[in-house]
């Protein structure tokens, strides 16, 4: 059974950076695409971004483009998010999600879940 396991949220100032990690074990984590998804509340749970097995292909929402990164280190089995620029609206709960296959921006493809780092962002 694979567990992951977020850390590095907290509370910044709009136009401010964090780094979510999620380490992952239990599982071959380098067979796995990883990705990032958060849930403001009263919303459904939204993508973030994603990135493939061997770290080569990344994929990110339209609401982070140009200030979210994903990247992958598989010999520490651990998924990150660089988060620059913060929003007040990018507050939310941080989920890091894995799944054997492809990497994809659907919640129901995602077969493992962290319990989720709360980012809150003030103005």
């Known amino acids: 059974q694979v567990q992951l396991v977020e850390s590095g949220g907290g509370l910044v100032q709009a136009g401010g950076s964090l780094r979510l990690s999620c380490a992952a074990s239990?599982?071959?984590?380098?067979?796995?695409?990883m990705a990032w998804f958060r849930q403001a509340p009263g919303k459904e749970r939204e993508f973030i971004a994603a990135i493939s097995w061997r770290g080569t292909n990344t994929y990110y929402g339209d609401s982070v483009k140009g200030r979210f990164t994903i990247s992958r280190d598989n010999a520490k089995n651990t998924v990150y998010l660089q988060m620059n620029s913060l929003k007040p609206e990018d507050t939310a709960v941080y989920y890091c999600?894995?799944?054997?296959?492809?990497?994809?921006?659907?919640?129901?493809?995602?077969?493992?879940w962290g319990q989720g780092t709360q980012v809150t962002v003030s103005s």
């Open positions: 999600s894995g799944r054997e296959g492809p990497y994809s921006d659907y919640v129901s493809r995602y077969e493992f």
């Open positions: 239990g599982g071959t984590f380098s067979m796995y695409a």
